[in-house]
């Protein structure tokens, strides 16, 4: 197949040189063109963070007055009146902490159920598995005044426990971990665990999440970002401005500093930079995760 | 079939039990609850009072309601023809063979995805600002507007500004979707094309655009799904003049969480949910999904 594939492809691409060279100046003006919109495309994508960074380092005067394209030197003023107010670094700390606990309960009951549901056979399995499926139809805001009242009755309004416990059950999570299960987890290896003499619940510690691996990876990162844009959840739960994660705080210095614009330019930079180093460092994988999951929708 | 399987089948059940017992109580319960409390009257302080129908009664009576379901679509509408029409051009772009730093190019249009809604709504708010936003002062220092354009007090330009950053957050996902179904069209079919000397165009609109049919509709109708609940960008917005950018969601919180009426804001979420169920059943019968997904 391979080589008969690259013969086909040497046969375009000889093709293809000689189109090229018929229509040399066509062309090049078709591909000025291409790069031309995608040029256009990326810089309005990056220009307002860019705008957001110059903006943050100006007097409220300059905002005011100037259109602004060169940093200036006013960061620190700006940063020290919004810290003075807005505790943006404690809802830093936080939503950290609520993301990493949650994408780690996600990950870890997302791929338990997952082998659950691929490698066993146990009465009612199907319809079980129909049922978590249909839990994926659900808008999420339909819940939602139950829940703050069933919160309430638990005493659990103004702690971390409602948006951490309900990770545990993740539709998504168990219909991604259950294929790819199906696909990478040969029975083999659980027979030889278990002629080894291993529990199963050892069995999936020590065999199958090692090989899940991949995947866990790729279902973490879309958890992460998920759960770290989490808002409506905290402003309702939480009461505490102290407990609130970033996301909230983000508003909370939009509502406090109506009129000053430097500090609320520097309460979005704080919010834009993390998921900036977060993203050069795993673009890859996202963008290889969503035509994965793409293709298999 | 297996006789070690059998007989350890009990431990699937447990293992996928954790699932079920926390999204009884989570998630499940809080929703026949919400429903308990849509026939109610409660603030959050006193105990709920039974009222039968009566929220859902003043719910048809509520012209604020149906303004938000109306700028709701509206708001939809105009974010996702543009959002479609731009994320399938760049994707059959970047699929072409000749093109370089692809790789560079998908991760900056995806980027603006994984940013905060919350952040882009305060952004964009203050980039659009009347008196000192940058857009305005752009405009200006190139001489298409002499005074500054006071964008929110226009009802069109505010839903126009929010549809633009829904649409500017969600373009490059739904081109790394339309990648993925792009590359999986078959390479073959492309060369008999060719051989039958079909031009760039004919290969588009023959065999592209027929092939991509399904990937098209699955991003159309997760598009009604999520476009119907829009909610944390456009309240940083704001309401817009005339509450004209006031979207459904919205509604429910201001109503519930505001206004402390969460008896009513609990009939609005049924009334919301039986609104995205019915628009996502039609594009549903509309687009025949059934046969697709087989």
Known sequence: ?297 | MRNSSINKSRYGFYFVLPYFIVFLVFGLTPILFSLYLSFTKWDGFSDPVWVGLDNYARLFKDTYFFKSIGNTLIIWIMSIVPQLILALALAMILNEKFIKGKHFFRAVFYFPNIVTPVTLGVLFSLMFDWQTGSVNKFLMAIGLVDDPVYWFNSPWLSRIIVAGVIMWQYFGFNMLVFIAGLQSIPEELYEAAQVDGATKWDMATQITLPLLKPVLLFTFITSVIGGLQLFDAPLMLGNGPDNSTLTMVMYLFQTAFQQFDYSYGAAIAYAIFVIVLFFSLISMKFSNMKKVEE
């Open chain 1, 1 to 297: 197949m391979k080589a008969n594939d690259s013969v086909i492809k040497n046969g375009i691409s000889l093709k293809q040189t000689k189109t090229k060279k018929a229509f040399n100046a066509k062309s090049f003006f078709g591909k000025f063109a291409v790069y031309f919109v995608l040029i256009a495309v990326a810089f309005t994508c990056l220009l307002p963070f860019y705008s957001m960074m110059i903006t943050s380092t100006h007097t409220n005067s300059d905002i005011a007055r100037k259109l602004l394209l060169i940093p200036g030197s006013e960061f620190m003023n700006n940063y020290n009146r919004l810290i003075d107010t807005v505790p943006v670094w404690r809802g830093f700390i936080n939503t950290v902490f609520i993301t990493v606990v949650s994408t780690v309960l996600n990950l870890y009951f997302s791929a338990l159920a997952g082998y659950g549901f691929s490698k066993y056979n146990y009465k009612g399995k199907n319809i079980l598995f129909l049922a978590v499926l249909g839990t994926m139809m659900i808008p999420g805001q339909l819940g939602i005044i139950g829940f703050f009242k069933l919160m309430d009755s638990f005493q659990m309004l103004n702690t971390y426990w409602p948006l951490i416990l309900p990770s545990i059950s993740n539709a998504f999570g168990i219909f991604f971990m259950k294929q790819m299960c199906d696909s990478s987890i040969p029975y083999e290896i659980l027979e030889s665990g278990r002629i080894d003499g291993c529990g199963e619940l050892k069995i999936f510690h020590r065999l199958v999440l090692p090989l899940l691996m991949p995947a866990v990876a790729t279902l973490g990162i879309f958890s992460f970002i998920g759960k770290w844009n989490d808002f409506l959840t905290p402003m309702i739960v939480l009461f505490d401005n102290e407990l609130q994660p970033l996301p909230v705080m983000i508003a909370m210095v939009k509502s406090q500093f109506s009129t000053d614009f430097g500090a609320m330019y520097v309460g979005i930079v704080i919010s834009v930079i993390p998921i900036l180093i977060f993203f050069s460092l795993v673009s890859k994988k996202i963008i290889s995760g969503i035509t994965a999951g793409a293709l298999k929708g």
